[in-house]
């Protein structure tokens, strides 16, 4: 069986897996149709031109191209609209994350998902055999109740990054009134909290909620809504904190500890993967990153082949994360651009990424009486 893919958005960080899946060279799969209103100025769009038609709209393409598979990667705001009208038209969907920036689109796309063979949400670990592995032993009891987890990213950003695509960016809504709630941890360090929830779903397709959140957000660049959050929640029992800020000089790349009964979860080890250390001996699940950009969309081939595998990560799964933006809604923006420092083009407080690291370590909120001192200005 050929399975025929589409994709709706082929600009920006969407060129990695398609030059990933396209090098593969596989003679199972044909590329049908793309629609992207600035196709001409992706990477690929060449590339893309020579294989297939570039549709004016989606419409066109389910009717032209008849896809069985669309994968989508675009902005946030387009996200659930693009789902239901591909499911309308039975067409398995792979939609890069996060599944939408609204929480009030989370009952129709669970209606909408049992229309076709399937919707998947693009969260990259979840489809890794290293997070599918560990998630099994977990699930199995291996590592028996989790206590406490905690994550933290530090990756500077510049202004660029804050002003492009079509200006969607750090915005709450789009220009046209979609909720997008774009921010650090909607977007950028969106799989590392969604690994967090994922993680503890008691299935292999189902993610834990987060409960009882507390926020601290602050604002660094000029943006709608933050750039920077330190986030203490419960999930499944266990003590959970989140930390990342594009507002820093330093970077820290994803980084986690999850502490069981039995033992503790840490990323990266000396390799540069996931090990679990226990009293008597350790594992070594390997990098959740080693099987490609593009597995999550052979894995949906697969699917779509043999019809028997699991949806690893749909519209349930996914869900738990925009729960959780929502829940950070609730709390208030510190906009503390007064006394951010810029260089070249990079906006931020100048310790910031310190304080975040000391949290970390003593598994707090970030003090605001510390981040005063800090800034020597009052907030």
């Not at 076709?116 to 489809?127: D, E």
């Not at 679990?276 to 949906?300: Q, V």
């Amino acid at each position: 069986m050929i399975i025929r893919i589409a994709f709706i958005g082929i600009g920006g960080f969407a060129a990695v897996p398609i030059r990933a899946l396209l090098a593969r060279k596989r003679n199972d799969i044909s590329i049908v149709g793309a629609v992207d209103p600035y196709s001409e100025a992706s990477p690929i769009f060449q590339t893309i031109k020579g294989l297939c038609p570039i549709y004016e709209n989606e419409e066109l393409l389910y009717q032209r191209a008849r896809p069985h598979l669309v994968v989508i990667s675009t902005p946030i705001g387009f996200h659930a609209e693009q789902i239901r009208r591909a499911v309308s038209h039975r067409v398995s969907v792979l939609c890069e994350k996060p599944l939408t920036g609204d929480i009030a689109d989370l009952p129709e796309l669970l209606s909408a998902e049992r229309k076709a063979p399937f919707v998947s949400v693009g969260y990259q670990w979840s489809y890794s055999s290293t997070i599918q592995t560990l998630k099994t032993d977990i699930i199995n009891g291996k590592f028996g109740r989790p206590i406490r987890m905690k994550t933290i990213i530090l990756w500077p950003r510049n202004k660029k990054y804050f002003n492009r695509s079509t200006g969607w960016a750090g915005k709450r809504f789009d220009k046209d009134g979609r909720k997008i709630s774009d921010s650090v941890v909607n977007n950028a360090t969106a799989h590392y909290l969604h690994n967090m929830l994922y993680l503890l779903g008691d299935k292999r397709h189902t993610a834990a909620r987060a409960e009882k959140v507390r926020a601290i957000l602050l604002r660094v660049n000029d943006i709608e809504t933050f750039d920077t959050v330190t986030a203490c929640f419960r999930v499944k029992g266990a003590r959970a904190l989140f930390i990342a800020s594009h507002a820093v000089k330093k970077t820290v790349d994803p980084t986690f500890e999850y502490t069981f009964e039995k033992g503790k979860v840490i990323y990266p080890d000396k390799e540069g993967g996931i090990r679990a250390i226990f009293e008597n001996e350790e594992i070594t699940y390997g990098n959740p990153f080693a099987e490609g950009a593009d597995h999550k969309i052979i894995y949906c081939i697969e699917r779509l082949k043999e019809g028997r595998l699991p949806n690893l990560c749909g519209v349930a799964a996914a869900s738990e994360q925009v729960k959780f933006i929502d829940a950070l809604e609730k709390f208030p923006v510190t906009s503390v651009t007064d006394f951010a420092k810029e260089e070249n083009e990079y906006v931020y407080v100048d310790g910031l990424d310190d304080l975040l690291e000391e949290c970390y370590q003593k598994f707090s909120l970030l003090e605001w009486t510390r981040l005063k001192r800090l800034s020597g200005s009052s907030l």
